[in-house]
Structures are given as C-alpha cells and as structure tokens.
C-alpha cells in the first residue's frame, strides 16, 4: 500500500455529494419521474414515490450541508451508501411490477440456463450431485455471510486509512447494486426458489440450509434473481480488496467463491444468473474507477465553488 495513500486524513462532513451518493440520487430520480406514468401494477406507488423523493432530499441536504472538521460525522456520512441498501431492495419488490405487473422471465432465464450447462438446470441438479451435507452447510453459511461481505472493505480500509479507496469501493458498490435492481425492473425474474416447488431445507443440512430458508420466507424481494446481486455485490467487494487490501482478500477468500457455488446450490439462483453477478462486477468496476474521478474533479472545480489547487489534502479524502 503506498504510504501517501495510508496517511490521507478522514476529511469533512458536508462540502458536495459524494459520487456513491450522486448513483443514488440519479436511481431514485429514475424511480420518481418513471412511477407516476408507469404503476399500473404497482401499489401505494404514490407511497414510494414520496418516500423516494424524501430520500433524494436528505442526500442533497447531506451534501450542502455546511463544512463540519468532525471525523465521527465522517465516518458515519461514508456509511449512508450502506444503509441505503435494505431500504432500496425492499421497494423493488413492487417496482418491477412497472413494465410487467407479475409477470416474470424465469422460461427465457431457463433456455439460457439448459443450453449454457447441457440441458440442466443447475439449482435442481447440484445438491444431487454433490450431496454431502458438510459441504451444503457451508455453502449455505457462506450465502448467508453475504451480509459481512459488504462491509468487510469499508472496514478493512478505514483501519488502514485508505480514505480514496473507501470512496472508490462505495462507488462501485452502489453502481453495482444499482443496476442489478434497474436490471430486475426491466427483466423480473423470481428464479428457483420461487419457480420451482421449494425442496425440503432438512434435507440439505440441519443449521444453514433451515436458516437461510426462514429468512427469505420473511424477507426476500421476488423477481430479483439475474443478474445475481449476491454475485455482483461480492464479486465487487471481493475484488476492490484484492486492489487494495490483500489481507481482507484471504478473509473474503474464504466467503465469496463459496457464496457464488452457494446461490446455486440453494437453489436460490440459476447458474447463468451468477455468470451474470460476476459479468457484471468485472464490466462496471473500471466504469465505476472513472464515473468516480469524473464527478470528484468536477465536484472539486465547480460544484462547491473551491478548486482542487486551493483546498488542502483533507478536504479532498
């Protein structure tokens, strides 16, 4: 790691809105101008619009509010990326119903998927051919670990101060996530585990496989399944820390390639749906690099009327 890289300053509260920010804002635009003309199918569609056009209000606040040298502030601002998240993937449920009321391409997903793997579909073959419960144990707790796979970079690189890095990975981050939910709104697919009669989670194992199925009974926005977020999210995570810190790259080593095997083996994904998570991870990552560059050097020239020559290393990282 470069030291000059390691010594950057946690920077300020306030001063512009960040480029992970501004992929935010642009998405919940999208979703304010585009419901009101299409919602037929989807309910308390007004509900999400005001709810969205709340949240664009509070980023646009967050970014023109006054400088504040608070390093508590800081860090929480860089965590808002995260939070915003759960709240996003529980409104696509009902947001891709707005082109295709209940209407989903698991058939077209299907051919995909028979004539990628020699006419299987790997969520219904997998566990058959590998059914050692040791190992679908663990491939369902690495599903599950998809939760400490997000913020493994954001901590790996605050306690080594790699601020730059930090922003680029909630950068990529939310570019990533972003398309993946545009992706299920415009091609809603509700994969295996809705299609298909739901196999017995007993029979795969007594701790996780019971475990993740409780949780997407409860939780799980139908429709979201290609490209695999799942995929995506930690291909991307998992990469930004083998560019920038290896040692939470042998941590994750252990989680994603085990998370991908896992989303099928489940039963949660089709296989081409993880083929397009890391597809899509490796082509938005470089975008990600400069969309991110793009909007610091125009944030720093215009947006908040101080030029990178006059304001000081801190306020830039």
Known sequence: MNESTRQ?????????????EGVI???????????????RGVENWDRLVLINLLLMA?????????????????VGRRLLPLVFIPILYS????????????????????????ALFGGNVLPLVLHQWLPWRPLSEYLHFAYLAYYVVIPT????LALTRQWKHLERYLTALMLVFVVCQLWFIAFPVAGPFHYYPEPDPYSMGRIFPPLVHSILHGGSS????????????AATCWI??????????????????????????????????????WLLALILLPVSFSLHRR??????????????SVSSAADRN
């Open 153 to 156: 970079p954001f901590v790996a």
């Open 222 to 233: 139908v429709g979201t399944a290609f490209p695999s977020s799942h995929c995506a999210v």
């Open 91 to 114: 409104e696509v449920k009902d947001l891709n119903d707005m082109f295709f009321p209940q209407t989903y391409f698991d058939s077209v997903v299907i051919v995909w998927e028979k």
């Open 8 to 20: 950057e300053t946690l920077g300020t509260f306030g001063r512009g809105m960040r480029p992970a």
């Open 295 to 308: 909007w610091e050097e125009r944030r720093w020239a215009g947006g908040s009327g101080f030029s990178p």
């Open 240 to 277: 930004v820390v083998l560019l920038w810190e290896k040692r939470a790259a042998w941590f994750l080593a252990f989680i994603v390639p085990a998370l991908t095997v896992g989303t099928v083996y489940g039963g949660f994904h089709y296989g081409v749906d993880a083929l397009a998570g």
């Open 58 to 74: 509070a980023l646009v606040a967050v970014g023109r509010f006054p400088r504040i040298d608070n390093r508590l502030l800081a």
């Open 25 to 39: 804002a642009i998405y919940l635009l999208w979703t304010v101008l585009f419901l009101p003309f299409f919602h």
